[in-house]
């Protein structure tokens, strides 16, 4: 099997950590083998193929494709890589930028951990699914809809790999009832409607995610933001993740009661009613944005966004990812459904799942140290 290499600085990339704090949810870890695979659109004319990556370092990752030696594919895989992976950002330079004015980045051990850029249409469906949500079972949803409404790409060592389902995929073969069955809950709804939206919009003759980017050529940014708050399920906090890692909006600052709890516990942050009036002044031609802001968590934003900079969204992604080590598979919380959606949850059944965990703990250098496997309970 053919196995090429991305180089890159010391530290810039670390699989273990990006590929599991809660941004992309269709990684597979094989911890015999040590690798992760996922299927990944390669581009129109090679279509999806499954990629194998491993760490060989800390300045080096070999890729593979399953049955595919060829130049043709290695080549745009190593172009989509490099875009996934974002190679052309500096994560150490954006270190020393936010250590010189923020000490919560100084003295501390952020390797690795770097915004993806993933494909909109996906981003949107999967944080559709992250709302009130957990890692485990947020993986588990984006598995499902691959499963049973994408296309079977093949099968490495005994796991099935799909394409993720475009928006045509999810209308003419899912349903709401049958999502439910496959434990989305009240998400099942905000998936098809999701869908619908998409596939009544878009162009016949382009893809979903083709369609989410041409907004970047007639939108300004915060009308993008207000497009994504027009499909149901979405919220501020989701629509600032799908433009963060799905539309490489990166200043925008996805903010929840996670980010809240660190803006007040650590930048001693308070917000003031009196800025309420000027923000809704702001927004006025975005009614969408306006009627779905909370104050007090886009004062956050607006905080965090001009302490950061441009890359403000990367800064969270570090803290953010920080955060969900302490509380593994912490829960996504968009205020604004939140109320919506308690109801719904009430109704449903708790029950607490048991998820085995692995990987490799990598020590303050990015280093691999040793196998880590343990049991962890979700309550659900
Ligand atoms: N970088 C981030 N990843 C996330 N995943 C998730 O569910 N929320 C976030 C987030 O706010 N930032």
Same mark, same amino acid.
């Given at each position: ?108 051990? =952020? ?104 907004? =970047? ?164």
């Amino acid at each position: 099997m053919r196995f090429d290499r991305l180089l890159f600085p010391k530290g810039e990339v670390i699989l273990a950590h990006v590929l599991q704090c809660g941004q992309a949810f269709r990684w597979v870890w094989n911890s015999n083998k040590n690798y992760y695979a996922t299927s990944m659109l390669l581009n129109d004319s090679l279509g999806y193929k499954i990629v194998i990556l491993r760490q060989k370092d800390e300045s080096t990752i070999e890729y593979s494709i399953y049955k595919d030696d060829s130049d043709k594919s290695f080549d745009a895989l190593r172009t989509c890589l490099q875009h996934y992976l974002r190679l052309d950002v500096s994560l150490e330079k954006l270190l020393s930028e936010w250590s010189a004015v923020d000490k919560n980045f100084v003295n501390k051990c =952020h390797r690795g951990v770097r915004v993806l850029g993933q494909e909109p249409w996906e981003t949107l469906c999967s944080f559709i699914c992250s709302s009130n949500n957990n890692i485990s079972r947020i993986t588990k949803m984006c598995h499902s809809l691959c499963g049973e409404y994408g296309k079977e790409i093949g099968n490495l060592d005994g796991i099935s790999y799909y394409s993720f389902p475009s928006s045509n995929d999810i209308v003419h073969k899912a349903s709401e009832e049958h999502l439910r069955e496959l434990g989305f809950g009240y998400r099942a709804r905000y998936i098809i409607g999701a869908a619908k939206l998409m596939h009544q919009d878009k162009p016949v003759s382009m893809s979903d995610t083709e369609y989410i980017k041409s907004w =970047h050529k007639k939108l300004s940014k915060p009308e993008i933001r207000e497009r994504f708050l027009a499909f149901p399920g979405v919220g501020p906090k989701v629509a600032d993740c799908v433009c963060l890692m799905g539309m490489q909006m990166d200043d925008v600052v996805p903010i929840d009661v996670h980010m809240q709890r660190i803006a007040e516990r650590d930048y001693r942050f308070n917000a003031t009613a009196n800025k309420a009036e000027e923000l809704k002044e702001r927004y006025k031609a975005l009614p969408l944005t306006r009627k779905s802001m909370n104050i007090k968590l886009e004062l956050a934003r607006e905080m965090f966004a001009s302490k950061w900079g441009p890359y403000a969204g990367w800064a969270q992604g570090v803290i953010f990812a920080q955060e969900i080590n302490k509380t593994v598979g912490a829960t996504t919380e968009d205020m604004h459904l939140v109320k919506r959606v308690k109801k719904e949850e009430e109704k449903s059944s708790s029950a607490t799942l048991e998820v085995k965990v692995e990987g490799i703990e990598y020590s303050n250098t990015g280093r691999p140290m040793r196998w880590a496997s343990k049991k962890v309970n979700y309550n659900v």
